[in-house]
T-cell receptor, first 116, second 112 residues
Framework: EAGVAQSPRYKIIEKRQSVAFWCNPI?????LYWYQQILGQGPKLLIQ????????DSQLPKDRFSAERLKGVDSTLKIQPAKLEDSAVYLC??????????????FGNGTRLTVT | DQQVKQNSPSLSVQEGRISILNCDYT??????FLWYKKYPAEGPTFLIS?????DKNEDGRFTVFLNKSAKHLSLHIVPSQPGDSAVYFC???????????FGTGTRLKVLA
């Protein structure tokens, strides 16, 4: 099966600019997650979708970050305006049945964002 | 509030020997635990998992042990190979929300 697709792979922007990341999960995976991984740290959950509904966005800085998952498939994560501390790798993951065992998260290769 | 902790940022092991990576957690609501492996410029790749109702799961050279009373799990790699050199993340799933919480990772280096 095809894996989780993310684009772009790399993005460099200046602070206060806006940026958007795209994710296409594994076909049939209803649950989609966006994680932020800062260098030297583990992935931190930003938002979790079940189909096109938000399950958890408690860690999403809503004053500058937004995410949507139209039609319950692809998702976009946007930052506007970006700050220096947003420099990180943004990982998208999907799961078939997150409540079942033997149903782990599958990750894309991420988008490395550098804010200058 | 770090609910999943990997206290060793790095580990070096000789090829052919055992690698033991450790992980501690604090949340009693976690019911499913996973290990991921990450190479540079790639996303984390699922390696092995264990349900909270088990204390051991084995897959080839990889074995995960869970000690619920101590809220501790470990990943054993035997024998270690140079290709195992990567960053390993421990993750835990919250049984109520299905949120997956990750540790900070341990960089394993297997020396040839």
């Amino acid at each position: 099966e095809a894996g989780v697709a993310q684009s772009p792979r790399y993005k460099i922007i200046e602070k206060r600019q806006s940026v958007a990341f795209w994710c296409n999960p594994i076909s049939g995976h209803a649950t989609l997650y966006w994680y932020q991984q800062i260098l030297g740290q583990g992935p931190k959950l930003l938002i979790q979708f079940q189909n096109n509904g938000v399950v958890d966005d408690s860690q999403l800085p809503k004053d500058r970050f937004s995410a949507e998952r139209l039609k319950g498939v692809d998702s976009t994560l946007k930052i506007q305006p970006a700050k220096l501390e947003d420099s990180a790798v943004y990982l998208c993951a999907s799961s078939n049945r997150p409540g079942r065992n033997n149903s782990p998260l599958h990750f894309g290769n991420g988008t490395r964002l550098t804010v200058t | 509030d770090q609910q999943v902790k990997q206290n060793s940022p790095s580990l070096s092991v000789q090829e052919g020997r055992i690698s033991i990576l450790n992980c501690d957690y604090t949340n009693s609501m976690f019911d499913y635990f996973l290990w991921y492996k990450k190479y540079p410029a790639e996303g984390p790749t699922f390696l092995i998992s264990i349900s909270s109702i088990k204390d051991k799961n084995e897959d080839g050279r990889f074995t995960v042990f869970l000690n619920k009373s101590a809220k501790h799990l470990s990943l054993h790699i035997v024998p270690s190979q140079p290709g195992d050199s990567a960053v390993y993340f421990c993750a835990a799933r919250d049984s109520g929300t299905y949120k997956y919480i990750f540790g900070t990772g341990t960089r394993l280096k297997v020396l040839a």
